[in-house]
C-alpha cells in the first residue's frame, strides 16, 4: 500500500464529504496556496457558537482536498473557540500520513480557511 | 512507437553527452535521475562546474578596480566573458549587460526606459502567454503612470495573432511590445522577426523574453530585431545569479540608470554623480563575474554540440513525448499540437489527478517534473486550467527519460485507480 495515498485518502479525494455551498451560513473564508493554485474555501453555519454545519468548496490536490474532507467530520459540533485553536498537528494526526515539508501547506490549506472563518487570523496554522 | 522516436530509439542517447553532467551518477530510491524539469533549470555539464572554480581558485579578483596582475587576469575573464557571451546569441551589434536573471533585466528596462518615456495616454501589450516576470514590471509601470496594459491573446492551438497585434499597433498609442520566444507552459515558438517589424514600423520598441530560447533553438539577436533581449545563464547550462540583457545603444544611451551605487558612475560629487560608459551604466556593484566565467563556457559548451543539433535533438524527444502523452487515457496536452511548433516541453493535465499528485507521484520514480502555475497565471485562467504539469527536456535528456515519464504516469493513474476513460486527444 501506498504510504501517503491510501485508500482512505484516495476516498475522501474522490468522494469528499460536506462539499459544496451551504446557504445561508453565518461564516466563510477562501484560501489559496499561492504555490501551487490550489483554492479552499468554507462555509460554516453557527449554532450556540458551535459549527452547526460547514461545507467546504475550491479545488486541489488529493492531499488537501482529502484533508478538508477528513475534518470536516471532525469540526462539525465543535465549538467555534476550540476550532479557532486548532493547530497543525490537529490535522496532520487526523490525516494519518506522513507529510513532506512541500506537501504541508496542501494538508494544511482546509484548516487555514476554516480558522480564517471563525477567528479573522489568516496565518498557518503553526 | 512512433517512428522518430524508433528511429532514435535504436540510439537510444541522444545527444551522447549525459556523462559531461555529473548529476546522473545521482540515483533517487534506486532509480536513475530522469530529469525533465530543464524549463525550470538546466543541470550543469563538468566544463561550466570546472571553469567557476578555476577562477576562484587561479584568477579571483574584483574588476574595473586593480591595477595588480590578479586584477587584470579578473578583468580580462570577466569582459572576455561579456564577448564570448554576446557572440553566441548573435547581439553582435548590441550592449551587452549582465543582470542577475530576466526578472531583473525586464525591470531594468520597465524602470529605466519606462519611467523616463511611458505615461497617460500611452500604452504597453503584453500577451497572455506571459512569465509573471514579464507581465508584472508593466502592470506596475502602467499603473505609476496612468498608461494602458493590453494583452494579445492566445488562441486554443496556442497562437498570438499577427491581425490581432497590426489591430493594436493601429491605435497609435502602443509605446513597447514585450513578449515571449518560446513560452515556458504552452511551448508556442513565437514569431518573433514579425512581430519586432511590425512594432518597429508602429514605433514602438519591442522586448523579448528569451530565457526558454536561447537553451534550445539558435538565436540571433540581431536577425531577430528585437530592440531588447533577455535570458537567463541558469537555463543556459550555466549558473544561477547571472542573466543578459542585449539592448540597442542609442536606446541604452538615452535611458537613465537602473540601480545606482559603485562601479556605475563616472564620477561622484557630494550633491550629484555622472555615469558610467555602456555597458557598466546598467550594472552597479560587484557584478557575477564567476558566474559570467561559468556561462561564458557553458554557451561555448552549447556552441560546440551546435544550436541546430540541440533543437533537432529536443525536437525529436517533444515527438515521443507528444506521442506518448496522447496514448495515456485522460491527459490533455496544452499547446500547440505540432511538435516543430513548439519548445521541448509539455504542459499536460490528468484526468482525475491533481498536477501536485502526479508530479509526487513521478518524483519518487525519479522523474523530475514540475507542477502548478508556472508563474503565469494569466495564462492558466485563459485555458481554463488551475494548473498543469509540465515535463521539458534540456540536451542530456534521453528517449528513457520519457519513457520513464510515461511508465510512471500510467503507474500513478493505476494507483488512482482511474480506468481507461475518457479518450486521449493528440496534444
Known sequence: ?126 | MPPAAEQHGAIGHGLGVRDDFPIFKREFAGRPLAYLDSSSTSQKPQVVIDAQADHLREHNANVHRGVYALAQEADAAFEGARGRIAAFTGAGSRVTLFTKNVTEAINLVAYSWGRSTVGPGDAVLITQMEHHANIVPWQVLCRERGADLRYLEVDEQGQLSLAQLDRELARGDVRMVAFTHVSNVLGTINPVAEITLRAREAGALTLVDGAQAVPQMPVDVDALGADFYAWTGHKALGPTGIGVLHGRREILEQMPPFLTGGDMIASVDLQESTWNELPWKFEAGTPPIAEAVGLATAVEYLDALGMERVREHELELTVQLLEGLAQVPGVRVVGPPAAQDRGGLASFTVDGIHPHDVAELLGREGVCIRAGHHCAQPLMRCLGVKATARASVGVYSETRDVQALLDALHGARELFALEGASPARAG
Open chain 1, 1 to 126: 500500500m501506498d504510504d501517503l495515498y491510501r485508500d482512505y485518502i484516495l476516498d475522501h479525494y474522490k468522494h469528499p464529504r460536506n462539499f459544496g455551498e451551504l446557504e445561508p451560513h453565518d461564516l466563510e473564508a477562501f484560501e489559496h496556496n499561492p504555490l501551487c493554485g490550489d483554492e479552499l474555501g468554507v462555509h460554516i453555519r453557527v449554532e450556540d457558537d458551535r459549527i452547526a454545519d460547514l461545507r467546504f468548496h475550491g479545488h486541489g490536490c488529493a492531499i488537501s482536498q482529502a484533508a478538508a474532507s477528513i475534518s470536516s467530520e471532525e469540526l462539525k459540533g465543535m465549538q467555534l473557540s476550540e476550532a479557532g485553536q486548532l493547530g497543525a498537528d490537529w490535522l496532520l494526526e487526523l490525516l494519518g500520513i506522513p507529510i513532506s515539508a512541500t506537501r504541508r501547506k496542501c494538508a494544511l490549506l482546509g484548516l487555514k480557511a476554516v480558522r480564517g472563518a471563525v477567528t479573522g487570523d489568516d496565518a498557518w496554522p503553526a
